[in-house]
């Protein structure tokens, strides 16, 4: 079954009871049990909803994994997936992710006993002379979140299966429609589903797909110890939104092509970040493992105040965090999401006062265009 039929329809089965074509929104926090010991297979909703099952066996399905499990936020599924590690176990991480991970990392998880090395991924030499006789873990991010960069998912399987370590790889800027890391040799996939795969700007929420067994049995346990679930009206949601993923994700990637095209042919932007232009140092890597470059830009236009003006005069672009979404977004990483990175770290990865990242929606793009132009011009 092909991608796009799959997301439509794997979990998505017209109820049994009415034959209602939406799979319905079980609104409950508990179950009616026949008598003791004897239930439905339902029996409290932080354990089982039958509503977020549906949606984790699509998401599973959408990743090509064995099960998927939904949590609250992008970072409680990446909190879950850290809590699978044990006090003095070593984690490798992306030295370019997410500001919030690295957060959770350095000032939550260290003080169980975690400890952490982050490295440029772009080099396998720099994983492997990172390694110790406790890694238990190497964590990506692929295009990592905001300078674009790209990971070599094959090469890190291979040192991860070498050393018997679990590969983590964050999802979410290329969706499962353009890039599916389980296929690739990652153990676990991670997703902010707050973005792409809700894609409305409309909730909040996480997702953990695993391709093992094993890995399936204790993110089932630890997602009904821990209790960091998400209720059934975002897991609805998402199931609305996986229908028109693939359609959403196309839009997204050609807008964005044609405006990294265009911007890198601005006389005010210093530098364009974007995986999909030739220009781009991982351009090769990123379509030897990627179908398609999502809608992620970032753009270097040289100082605080350019960014300033520029995001000011945007009219379409609305300025806030997250992305993702049927609009276009455009934020400024070191005041918005980056901003518990410490500032030598942001400055050795590029992620300066001038740096401001795009998210392309889905609206005409010659709109798109004509709102940067008016801005930039300013």
């Known amino acids: 079954m092909k991608f796009s039929t799959a997301a439509i329809h794997v979990g998505q089965e017209p109820d049994e009871l009415t034959g209602a074509v939406t799979v319905p929104l079980y609104q409950t926090s508990t179950y009616a049990q026949e008598e003791i010991g004897k239930h439905k297979g339902w029996e409290y909703a932080r354990t089982q909803n039958p509503t977020r099952s549906r949606w984790e066996t699509c998401l599973a399905e959408m990743e090509g994994g064995l099960a998927a499990f939904a949590f ?14 044990n006090a003095g176990d070593h984690v490798i991480m992306a030295e370019d992710m997410y500001g919030g991970t690295y957060r959770l990392a350095s000032k939550v998880l260290t003080r169980f006993g975690l400890t952490f090395s982050y490295v440029d991924m772009r080099n396998l030499d720099n994983i492997r002379a990172a390694v110790q006789p406790n890694t238990k873990m190497i964590y990506t991010e692929t295009p990592t979140n905001p ?24 999802n979410t800027f290329a969706s499962p429609y353009f890039q599916r890391p389980l296929q690739l040799g990652a153990d676990i996939v991670v997703h902010s589903a707050t973005k792409y795969l809700g894609g409305h700007s409309d909730l909040v929420h996480g997702i953990v797909a695993t391709r093992h067994q094993h890995l399936a049995d204790d993110l089932t346990f630890l997602q009904n110890a ?23 994700m196309d839009r997204h990637a050609a807008n ?11 006389p005010s932007v210093n530098a364009v970040h974007y995986p999909g232009l030739p220009s781009h140092p991982q351009h090769d890597l990123a379509k030897s493992q990627m179908s398609g470059f999502s809608g992620m830009i970032s753009v270097e236009l040289g100082s605080l105040a350019k960014a300033v003006q520029v995001t000011k005069n945007l009219k379409l672009f609305c300025l806030a965090e997250s992305l993702g979404g049927v609009e276009s977004l455009v934020c400024h990483p070191v005041s918005m999401t980056h901003g518990s990175v ?32 008016n801005a930039l011009m300013h």
């Open 72 to 85: 609250g936020s992008g970072s409680a599924a990446v909190d879950a997936v850290m809590r699978l590690l």
């Open 147 to 170: 300078m674009m960069t790209i990971t070599d998912l094959r090469g890190v399987a291979a040192i991860s299966q070498e050393i018997g370590a679990v590969m983590v790889v964050d």
């Open 226 to 248: 821990v209790g960091a679930v998400p209720g059934p009206l975002e897991c609805w949601l998402c199931l609305r939104s996986a229908k028109t993923l693939h359609v959403r």
């Open 256 to 266: 964005a092509q044609r405006i990294a095209e265009w911007l890198e042919q601005h």
């Open 342 to 373: 410490p500032v030598e770290q942001r400055e050795k990865l590029g992620i300066t006062e001038g740096l401001i990242r795009l998210s392309v929606g889905i609206e005409d793009v010659e709109d798109l265009i004509e709102d940067l132009a």
